[in-house]
């Protein structure tokens, strides 16, 4: 298989790629962007910037690929002083020395650590051809990062879409076999399947954990065929609860958000009707519920919740951000299911 030639549409048809870049674009409300191992563009923009305009300029990829930014050891390159792109590679592995990058997803601009005076944009805008004020009234869109929030956001963009690009790589790889009966080649299929499953929805789990800083959280899966859900991996819950936890579909609060497709939120201040006389749990101090789902589609439910103990109140943002996210799970799960 290392001889024959692989894009990134040979494994994610494109209106999938741009899904799955939408919800990352949404999850860190930055912009993102995506190109083929040349530098052509192979999306649409998400979360596009006054000054980026409708396509790519040469200041917005790096010499390496045709345009003019200087490629930093971090991958990182600036378009323009005090706005960096982080490139983050697209790659399928082979073994564990060999692999083969595909693309890129390019994120940003953004500003790193902190946005420079305005004066200092006056030479910029000079040669842009601006007033400054136009310059700094865009400057004032871009969101600005910390060390930790954009190494974090890349970490989880690359290890996300390298679950996704494996699995389908090895999926491509089973199909082309010549040997072996039908049976055998659908066993592996879905051996791979599950391998990569799992490797994702633990990462999805520690990544939206880390987000919403709950002091305990679960991924369920729905079992289509039984109409019910299983927790199939959690952050501090009881081992018993976790390995013995099964709802219908409708029952309890988990399964009447995967029977509706809506998520909801628990807090002090706000209780949905719909879920009032469900609350068995005094010892919460704030929850999320939310669907996994790609468009109509229900693959299970995320919880997020805190307890008395380490009191974090989830609010509409929080619920917001852990949709978004169970957005990209479900882009994800849509992919290793085909």
């Avoid at 010499?63 to 490139?87: Q, T």
């Avoid at 009032?276 to 299970?300: C, H, N, Q, T, W």
Wanted: one cysteine or more.
């Amino acid at each position: 298989m290392k001889n024959i030639k692989i894009t990134l549409a040979d494994l994610v048809p494109f209106n999938e790629l741009q899904e799955m870049q939408d919800s990352f674009s949404e999850v860190a409300n930055v912009s993102v962007s995506t190109i083929d191992a040349n530098g052509r563009s192979l999306t649409v923009m998400s979360n596009m910037l006054s000054i980026c305009q409708d396509k790519f300029c040469k200041q917005c990829l790096p010499a390496f690929l045709g345009g003019e930014g200087i490629i930093d050891d971090e991958l990182s390159f600036e378009c323009m002083p005090g706005l960096k792109h982080y490139l983050i590679p697209l790659k399928v592995s082979f073994s564990s020395a060999s692999s083969l990058i595909l693309g890129y997803i390019i994120v940003g601009p953004v500003i790193f650590m902190k946005r420079n005076e305005k004066e200092e944009y006056r030479e910029t805008a000079h040669k842009m051809g601006i007033e400054l004020d136009q310059l700094w009234s865009w400057i004032l869109e871009f969101r600005v990062f910390s060390y930790r929030g954009i190494h974090s956001l890349k970490d989880m963009i690359e290890n996300m879409t390298s679950r996704i690009l494996n699995l389908a790589y090895a999926k491509m790889v089973i199909q082309k076999k010549m040997s072996g009966d039908r049976s055998a080649r659908l066993f592996e299929r879905r051996a791979a399947a599950s391998r990569h499953r799992d490797e994702f929805l633990e990462l999805f789990l520690d990544f939206v954990m880390q987000v919403a800083r709950g002091s305990a959280g679960s991924v369920m899966l729905l079992d289509s065929d039984k109409g019910t859900l299983e927790i199939r991996f959690s952050r501090g819950l009881p081992p018993e609860v976790a390995q013995k936890t099964s709802l219908k579909l409708g029952e309890g609060i988990s399964g009447l958000s995967a029977e509706m497709k809506k998520p909801f939120l628990i807090n002090e201040e706000r209780v949905d009707q719909l879920i009032s006389d469900r609350l068995k749990k005094p010892a919460l101090f704030s929850s999320m519920v939310v669907p996994i789902k790609f468009r109509e589609d229900v693959y299970g439910v995320v919880n997020i919740s805190s307890d008395k103990a380490l009191p974090i109140k989830f609010d509409e943002i929080t619920l917001a951000l852990l949709t978004k996210a169970a957005g990209i799970a479900g882009v994800a799960l849509e992919s290793m299911s085909n």
